[in-house]
């Protein structure tokens, strides 16, 4: 008999049984998963006998938690493990686009213009600003980021993708709570199976979100009695607003000032604590645009930005900044959406310039990590990821080498660090080795 086949027929029992089925007779505790496979066997019949067995499991955890078995089977008969997924969480990007390159291509005159545009067409965007306080520009923003405006929100099977991932991937729990979530949606009757559809990690809809930050925060935007960021620009918008709010937006208040600092300034201030902008004034840093400070915005901490180094522009994030970290904890996408809602409501470019930079491959970066932790240095994890601890860890090195203590990796900074490991390593004493007596 198939072993999907077998998935149905066989929860029932599984459900009140101690003993699950498991790959060539191995019998496990209900509740503990058998020893997954080896990386190489995921995708062949390994892989396939151990996402089956996950599934039964599943299955059986679900009954208990209250889900009908018309919804689970609906749901999950003749799943399958999708490849694309697999290979999708276990990517590592080759390169790294720098920060400038990013902006230039999302923050477009094209993209501007259709922004603008919608602002116009979405009358239900004064209600929904009104009652969340967000800005119908910064919504517009994560709109255009997360889906272009709605045109592209996903193609994948959202539930197969979660089950690969709980089965097969790095996160089961997570992946489990989120497919647990899709069971809800469907017992509800908020979208039909059909529907759930996005992108290969989960997130659903125009505004791209996650099966259970669909069932907390999804709102009503154009008054139907229906939460439907799939098909409704305001439902998706308002849900935005909605996770915005919950995640600490702060009305009346902007998301980040640029400035210009003077000669001499001292870089390693930056991503540290925070100050009001009146203090970081007082260290010279003058807003690029020439204008003062709102009342509400004076008296708001303010962290200094330098995504591009000493080079690049600067910038005081306020605390609405780091709620769009929220909504995708990316730098980049946070400056992203901050300067397209800015340029929807008129404002110019940033006065600073983009630098000319370099785009750093895996191994560049792997060795930067590589060689600050051998220098006595904790950039954390030699991952590829250039996040806060790398940058702190850079800006600590560079300061003790009297350079610009901006944590900018460039392609400069990767040679200086390679040179300095292989000196350190050649300056090293060698190791004794003890020879019987």
């Known amino acids: 008999m198939d072993r999907r086949v077998f998935l149905v027929l066989a929860a029932a029992s599984v459900a009140g049984s101690a003993i699950a089925q498991t790959p060539a007779g191995v019998e496990t505790?209900?509740?503990?998963?058998p020893p997954g496979p080896a990386p190489a066997d995921l995708l062949g019949a390994t892989g396939e006998g151990y996402f089956i067995d996950w599934l039964n499991g599943f299955y059986a955890q679900a009954l208990v938690a209250g889900v009908s078995r018309a919804v689970l089977d609906s749901a999950l008969s003749g799943l399958s493990p999708d490849p694309r997924v697999l290979a999708l969480d276990s990517r590592q990007p080759e390169f790294a686009r720098p920060v400038g390159d990013y902006i230039r291509s999302t923050v477009s005159g094209q993209r501007i213009a259709i922004g603008r545009e919608n602002m116009q067409a979405i009358p239900e965007l004064q209600t929904i600003e009104q009652v969340w306080g967000v800005p119908r520009e910064i919504l517009i923003a994560i709109w255009a980021m997360e889906s272009r405006f709605g045109a592209q929100t996903g193609d994948m099977d959202v539930v197969r993708s979660l089950a690969t991932l709980a089965a097969l991937g790095r996160r089961r729990p997570w992946a489990e709570g989120e497919l647990m979530a899709c069971l809800k949606i469907l017992g509800q009757g908020d979208?039909?199976?059909?529907?759930?559809?996005?992108?290969?990690?989960?997130?659903?809809?125009?505004?791209?979100?996650?099966?259970?930050?669909?069932?907390?925060?999804?709102?009503?935007?154009?008054?139907?009695?229906?939460?439907?960021?799939?098909?409704?620009?305001?439902?998706?918008?308002?849900?935005?607003?909605?996770?915005?709010?919950?995640?600490?937006?702060?009305?009346?208040?902007?998301?980040?000032?640029?400035?210009?600092?003077?000669?001499?300034?001292?870089?390693?201030?930056?991503?540290?604590?925070?100050?009001?902008?009146?203090?970081w004034a007082g260290r010279g840093a003058a807003r690029a645009d020439g204008l003062a400070w709102s009342a509400i915005e004076a008296a708001a901490p303010c962290i200094l930005l330098l995504p591009a180094g000493a080079q690049g522009p600067a910038f005081l994030a306020l605390p609405n900044h780091f709620v769009i970290r929220k909504y995708n904890n990316s730098l980049a996408y946070a400056l992203a959406v901050g300067l397209l809602a800015d340029a929807f409501a008129g404002a110019p470019p940033v006065r600073t310039p983009w630098p000319p930079e370099t785009t750093l491959s895996l191994n560049d970066r792997l060795a930067a990590q590589t060689a600050l932790a051998s220098l006595g240095y904790n950039p954390g994890n030699a991952d590829g990821v250039i996040g806060l601890s790398t940058?702190?860890?850079l800006r600590a090195w560079q300061k003790a080498r009297g350079l610009p203590a901006d944590g900018y990796l460039s392609a400069d900074m990767v040679r200086r660090l390679r040179a300095g490991a292989a000196g350190a390593a050649a300056r090293a004493p060698p190791a004794q080795t003890l020879t019987p007596s």
């Open 29 to 33: 505790a209900a509740g503990a998963p």
């Open 191 to 279: 979208a039909p199976r059909g529907m759930l559809r996005g992108s290969w990690a989960g997130a659903m809809g125009q505004t791209q979100m996650l099966p259970s930050t669909y069932l907390a925060y999804a709102a009503d935007g154009n008054g139907d009695g229906r939460r439907d960021i799939w098909n409704s620009a305001p439902d998706a918008l308002a849900s935005a607003a909605n996770l915005l709010g919950h995640d600490g937006w702060r009305r009346d208040e902007g998301w980040a000032r640029e400035v210009i600092l003077p000669s001499g300034f001292d870089y390693g201030l930056a991503e540290g604590p925070a100050d009001v902008p009146y203090t």
């Open 391 to 393: 940058r702190q860890a």
